[in-house]
């Protein structure tokens, strides 16, 4: 394995070991030093990778982001109607919901860690929810014009949102029930009302 090809494969294992951390710890109280100690990396590996605990922090919110937008690539490809990759979107959080690995949203969690604007996780957990949002919105526009798909868009990424809210306290079957007839409501509005 080439220096570099190491060096990578340290850095991502590095931000997989902080992930897991983060969703079960949380940010603030995860130091630094344990995350050394579970990844197993000498110090100075963490440092020339992560210099500040706020870049380490963005990384695995973008990987987070990127691997979440994958999958819902993938099980969006299967779907024909806006209907139905609307439905495979509640389907990826049914299961998520159901995983033994569910601790809530990790951008939901940060962004109540780190409410300024200004700073740089804020801004991952924008992107982050902003393309969820865009994505839906672009799933609608394919049947409905720009303003209609946008308005139903932000209906619909706040009804997920607050799904997944409602899973971390303990209600994630019927939330995603609920988001599901909401969801079919939303989009069986007839284009006169909107």
């Known amino acids: 394995m080439s220096l570099r090809a190491d060096a990578a ?3 991502q294992h590095i931000v997989e070991t902080a992930y897991g951390l983060f969703k079960r710890v949380g940010f603030h109280a995860t130091g630094i030093d344990r995350i ?3 990844a ?3 110090k100075m590996t963490m440092y020339r990778h992560f210099p500040k605990k706020d ?3 963005v990384e695995v919110l973008d990987w987070r982001a990127d691997r979440f937008a994958r999958q819902l690539d993938r099980l969006g490809d299967a779907a024909t109607t806006p209907q ?3 439905a495979t979107i509640l389907d990826w959080y049914e299961h998520w919901f159901d995983s033994p690995d569910f601790h809530g949203c990790l951008f939901q969690h940060a962004l109540a860690e780190f409410g300024d604007p200004e700073h740089p996780v804020f801004k991952a957990v924008t992107r982050q929810k902003d393309g969820l949002r865009r994505r839906i919105q672009k799933i609608l526009e394919a049947t409905m014009p720009d303003a209609r798909a946008e308005s139903m ?3 619909l990424f706040m009804l997920i949102e607050g799904a997944t809210l409602l899973a971390q306290m303990g209600q994630g079957k019927a939330a995603i029930e609920n988001a599901r007839e909401a969801a079919k409501r939303i989009l069986a509005v ?3 009302i909107q």
């Open 40 to 42: 197993e990396v000498a």
């Open 84 to 86: 139905q990759k609307i």
């Open 36 to 38: 050394i100690a579970e």
């Open 153 to 155: 868009a932000s209906a």
């Open 190 to 192: 007839p284009k006169a």
């Open 9 to 11: 494969e340290k850095r």
């Open 55 to 57: 870049a380490l922090i």
